[in-house]
């Protein structure tokens, strides 16, 4: 099966400009998870997806970043503005149910944020 | 809050030699917990999981975790490891009433040396 896709690998910007990263999921997978690895810590989930709807949120900076899964398929992760603390590797991950019923988490290959 | 402990931040090993990662967690209730590997230049993976039953889990390329619930524990190990060993590995678990929520640790980066 394909695995799940992210776009773009690598972006570099500069603080206060905004930014906006894709994910596709794995086919048929409901649930969408976008996590946030900085340097030397492990990933911290800003956002769950359930189909097209937000299951927990909490940790998401909501001042600037947001996040939306329209049509319960693919989805992005906006930051707006960026600030130097957001340099990170921004992770998404799908599972067919949520975590805590048995389904593993597929992740991407992650998007890596410089801000300068 | 709760959170996951990774004490070994950087684990360097010989070829043959026995591994064993540590991973504790800090929740009194019922928790799932996981191992991801991640090798270097892929993704995140799923190492091996526990859900409930036999407390001695066994993975991929021969991998196995111990839940010790009086210890909070969920220690990583392999009796000989090889240099494709070489990754970061990353202890996570769900909480019961977490809302499903994955919690990392930090991460263990291994190297295998030849």
């Known amino acids: 099966e394909a695995g799940v896709a992210q776009s773009p690998r690598y972006k570099i910007i500069e603080k206060r400009q905004s930014v906006a990263f894709w994910c596709n999921p794995i086919?048929?997978?409901?649930?969408l998870y976008w996590y946030q690895q900085i340097l030397g810590q492990g990933p911290k989930l800003l956002i769950q997806f359930q189909n097209n709807g937000v299951v927990d949120d909490s940790q998401l900076p909501k001042d600037r970043f947001s996040a939306e899964r329209l049509k319960g398929v693919d989805s992005t992760l906006k930051i707006q503005p960026a600030k130097l603390e957001d340099s990170a590797v921004y992770l998404c991950?799908?599972?067919?149910?949520?975590?805590?019923?048995?389904?593993?988490?597929?992740f991407g290959n992650g998007t890596r944020l410089t801000v300068t | 809050a709760q959170s996951v402990s990774q004490h070994n931040h950087h684990v360097i090993l010989s070829e043959a030699a026995s591994l064993e990662l540590g991973c504790n967690y800090s929740?009194?209730?019922?928790?799932?917990l996981f191992w991801y590997v991640q090798y270097p230049g892929q993704h995140l993976q799923l190492l091996l999981k526990?859900?409930?039953?036999?407390?001695l889990v066994k993975g991929i390329k021969g991998f196995e975790a111990e839940f010790i619930k009086s210890k909070f524990s969920f220690n990583l190990r392999k009796p000989s490891v090889q240099w494709s060993d070489t990754a970061e590995y990353f202890c996570a678990v769900t909480y019961t009433g977490g809302g499903n929520k994955l919690t990392f640790g930090t991460g263990t980066q291994l190297k295998v040396e030849l």
């Open positions: 086919s048929g997978h409901a649930t």
């Open positions: 526990y859900f409930s039953g036999d407390p």
């Open positions: 929740y009194g209730g019922t928790v799932n």
């Open positions: 991950a799908s599972s067919s149910t949520p975590t805590g019923t048995g389904s593993p988490l597929h």
